[in-house]
């Protein structure tokens, strides 16, 4: 619960003969983290023959996915389904689905084209021309369309030539120009220049008659290939109906078919034999290693190594309420492996400081309702609601330390019961020293896990120097506070605490040695920091009164608006829900921002060092 998951580096050795059969057992184990083989002495190994077609098999699933739109997250059978029969199965859906979707998309092409053109013919039948009129000149040229400005494009066009004339309805909302061909380019340039839209002639080829007619005609047109798309679409949502479920099946079973067929690429090979190197928990070695005899036939040489612990990658082990909160370790990166893990602390820990900021009963109460929609309704954010779920009961609690419900320290007309005020002045004072002294132990169980790290990795006497350390440097803070005057002690005290202060300091100067003389230098320099991160921890008290004091100015607000009557309490209420929504918002955002940043800066610094690899067994992707 403390450290990571115990690992076991295995080198497994088998015959290519007993490889497949290994490799499934080690798929449905998952409890070996492939170390991925480099060519040296041994070659990579080659995919299982079925990759290939796994493979092409796969795309093609997943592009029916995608073209169906079917859901995803959806529960799937555990079965392994018959590979030709998916093959068949897949290739004659997806030659049926690509059949509908390039049928669908012609007609979205025709329907497009076929409503300009209604469009065209309605706007030039005002004009009064019939069809044929347009086109079939041999010295003239016909450009249709409309125009914003017409008057003083008639203008331009006769400071040209006269040789041009133009239809045009009443309402001029469309017109014909009959031109010379060898003026079409200069009156192209003036009608453009005038807010010239074309309606090109050409669309009109081989119709004669009225614009009218054929207008119509192409209505109904519209209407039986709007009916065809909507049968096509409908046929679509069947076919997704039908075979969503199937396909996450066979998404599924050929993944982990896949990941089965692609595995020998990780492994060392050699004519005869295949070479799997990895790691495993050490808790579930031996049984792994009954499973790969057992599956090989006795076939198979198993052996335990030696391995460099930064190499090893970690899984976390903790108890079950603490889980959620593995996921701030992802955020911030996973301990080394034989190092401390702090997951434990930080759910201890992190809803305490929430909940000293957001103390308030009604606010808590909102932002735990609010974790728990999120918790059922979103499942990848399941981790974070379950946080958020216990740092609002820490702020229901904390609402009952200092006595606060949406600000207020009085609740239909009785007192809320306190053990201290956020909201009065002599209430500040035992805030910010219970913020400090959260922080000091906060701090120094940091430091005793540094000890301990140090302890594990360098021994014992550079433990007690770069880290021991630090505890002298703190029994020299009431020298520092009467220094700056803060506090008075007596001689013999405040001697004492300078040189447990100065003894801290050389002692981590020396400890720090190993790193070079900047190092040893760096150390004093920073040696004074614990005090300030100490000091750090004053936030909770800050954020907490800026959100109380906020919350009463709301309150205040509204009370004035419910004292005036009429119209003045719907404002009255409109005050309070948007603000104390906004104030909500923000004590969430910042109680919970500044709660991680006093656990990633002040806490971790102490003694983790983090950024190892997480642990992902092969198997675990594509069975979970």
């Known amino acids: 619960m403390i450290m990571p998951q115990r690992m076991t580096k295995a080198r497994i050795i088998v015959p290519k003969t007993q490889l497949e059969r290994a490799v499934k057992e080690l798929h449905s184990s998952r409890v070996l983290h492939i170390h991925e083989h480099e060519k040296a002495e041994l070659d990579i190994g080659e995919p299982f023959e079925n990759a290939e077609k796994l493979s092409e098999l796969l795309v093609l699933i997943r592009s029916l996915q995608s073209h169906l739109r079917t859901e995803h997250n959806l529960k799937t059978g555990h079965g392994q389904p018959d590979i030709t029969y998916v093959e068949k199965s897949i290739r004659k859906l997806h030659n049926e689905v690509t059949d509908k979707n390039e049928k669908l998309k012609k007609l979205e092409e025709d329907l497009k084209r076929m409503t300009q053109l209604q469009a065209d013919l309605q706007c030039i039948a005002k004009i009064g021309l019939p069809l044929e009129s347009y086109s079939g000149y041999q010295n003239l040229s016909c450009i249709t369309g409309t125009c914003k400005s017409m008057d003083k494009a008639k203008r331009e066009l006769h400071r040209e030539t006269d040789k041009f004339r133009i239809f045009e309805p009443e309402d001029k909302s469309a017109f014909a120009l009959f031109i010379n061909k060898e003026n079409r380019q200069k009156a192209f340039e003036i009608l453009s220049n005038n807010g010239f839209t074309e309606i090109p002639t050409e669309s009109f080829s081989g119709m004669k008659g009225s614009p009218e007619i054929h207008a119509q005609r192409i209505v109904k047109e519209i209407r039986l290939a709007e009916g065809e798309r909507e049968k096509t679409k409908q046929e679509l949502k069947k076919l997704k109906h039908n075979w969503q479920q199937s396909l996450a099946s066979f998404e599924k079973s050929i993944s982990q078919e896949l990941e089965i067929a692609q595995a020998p690429l990780k492994f060392g090979s050699t004519r005869n034999i295949a070479v799997i190197t990895g790691w495993v928990p050490t808790s579930s070695m031996i049984s792994l290693k009954k499973r790969l005899e057992k599956a090989a036939s006795g076939k198979i040489y198993i052996r335990e190594e030696e391995f460099d612990e930064e190499e090893a990658p970690v899984k976390l082990h903790n108890i079950k309420p603490a889980r959620p909160f593995e996921f701030l370790m992802h955020l911030r990166g996973l301990p080394v ?14 809803p305490i400081f929430f909940g000293f900021m957001l103390g308030d009963i009604g606010y808590g109460m909102v932002t735990l309702a609010l974790s728990l929609l999120i918790r059922a309704k979103m499942e990848k954010a399941k981790n974070l609601a379950t946080i958020l779920a216990l740092a609002s009961a820490s702020s229901i609690l904390f609402g009952f330390v200092f006595g606060e419900f949406f600000g207020e320290e009085n609740l239909l007309g009785m007192e809320l019961p306190r053990l201290m005020s956020r909201a009065h002045e002599e209430g500040i004072q035992q805030l910010l020293v219970a913020s400090l002294i959260l922080g000091a132990v906060h701090i120094n169980i940091g430091l005793l896990a540094g000890f301990y790290n140090e302890l594990k990795h360098h021994g014992l006497k550079q433990a007690i120097l770069e880290k021991f350390s630090w505890f002298l440097i703190e029994a020299g803070g009431p020298f520092i506070l009467a220094s700056l005057g803060i506090i008075k002690i007596m001689q013999p005290y405040l001697t004492i605490s300078l040189s447990l202060l100065i003894a801290g300091v050389v002692m981590l100067a020396i400890g720090e040695m190993r790193t070079g003389t900047i190092g040893a230098f760096k150390a004093i320099v920073e040696s004074i920091t614990i005090f300030s991160n100490i000091l750090s921890y004053a936030r909770l008290m800050a954020v907490g009164l800026a959100s109380v004091q906020l919350a009463i100015i709301i309150n205040e607000f509204a009370k004035e608006s419910f004292h005036q009557g009429g119209f003045s309490v719907v404002i009255g209420i409109i005050i309070l829900l948007l603000g104390h929504v906004l104030n909500i918002v923000l004590g969430l955002l ?17 003694f983790f060092i983090g950024g190892a690899k997480p642990y992902k067994p092969f198997g675990e992707n594509t069975t979970r």
Not at 337 to 350: A, C, M
Not at 590 to 606: A, C, D, N, P
């Open 590 to 606: 910042g109680s919970f921002l500044h709660s991680l940043r006093l656990e990633y800066v002040e806490f971790f610094t102490k």
């Open 337 to 350: 492996y034989n190092e401390i893990d702090p997951t434990i602390i930080l759910f201890l820990t992190f």
